[in-house]
């Protein structure tokens, strides 16, 4: 793709400087479960779901075989629609004991209130927009591209006592020059909930 009125949402990779960031944090990047070729040539997952191969509907149902030690990257680039599937698969896969720890991208930041969550990890909202980028295959290069809305990043830290603060503490120190990063005291705890079930006379889904 080379001409810039041909890039398309789906088509995006999330921000170099994001991604540099989540590779920090993990050390290394060994699933992206929502990813192309190309994109892959930024974020060098060791593995990752090639959504022009397969559906979300294939990606979400399946189980994801993290390789090594199961460190996570996700950069879902289309709408809150989409990103919350994604990041509800994220949060089972990690429940389940399949991804040690996890940095997530959102780009379209309705996907914060789609997920609320979210709110009980660390996140760190940036200072301004971050330009996701395309690959140009005749420059054969990454292009930035102006965003239409302001993006937030989590993570996920992993659930080992002996790793958690050095994993916090990690993710602070690297996403702050970003933007602010907020951890609510009070994680885990489910605050949200009944607030959430009186709001929209349901429980949160967390599989849709």
């Known amino acids: 793709m080379a001409q810039t009125d041909r890039v398309y949402k789906c088509d995006l990779a999330p921000p170099a400087p994001v991604i540099q960031g989540a590779r920090s944090v993990l050390g290394t990047i060994d699933l992206d479960p929502y990813s192309t070729k190309d994109i892959n040539r930024s974020v060098m997952a060791a593995r990752f779901f090639d959504r022009n191969k397969e559906t979300l509907e294939n990606i979400i149902r399946k189980t994801w075989d993290t390789p090594n030690e199961g460190r996570v990257f996700v950069g879902a680039p ?6 919350r599937r994604l990041i509800n698969k994220t949060l ?8 040690s720890h996890a940095v997530i991208w959102m780009a ?15 996140m760190c909202i940036p200072f301004r927009r971050l330009r996701p980028q395309w690959w140009d295959d005749e420059l054969e290069t990454f292009r930035g591209i102006s965003p239409s809305d302001w993006s937030a990043v989590a993570y996920l830290p992993p659930t080992d006592p002996n790793k958690f603060h050095t994993a916090l503490s990690r993710f602070h120190n690297v996403f702050s020059p970003i933007g602010r990063v907020v951890f609510n005291e009070y994680s885990g705890e489910g605050d ?12 949160y889904d967390y599989r849709g």
């Open 108 to 122: 379209h930041n309705e996907a914060i209130i789609r997920a609320p969550w979210l709110w009980d990890f660390p």
């Open 92 to 99: 089972a896969e990690y429940r389940q004991g399949r991804i």
């Open 78 to 83: 289309t709408g809150a629609a989409l990103t």
């Open 192 to 203: 949200w909930d009944e607030s959430y079930k009186i709001a929209f006379g349901k429980n």
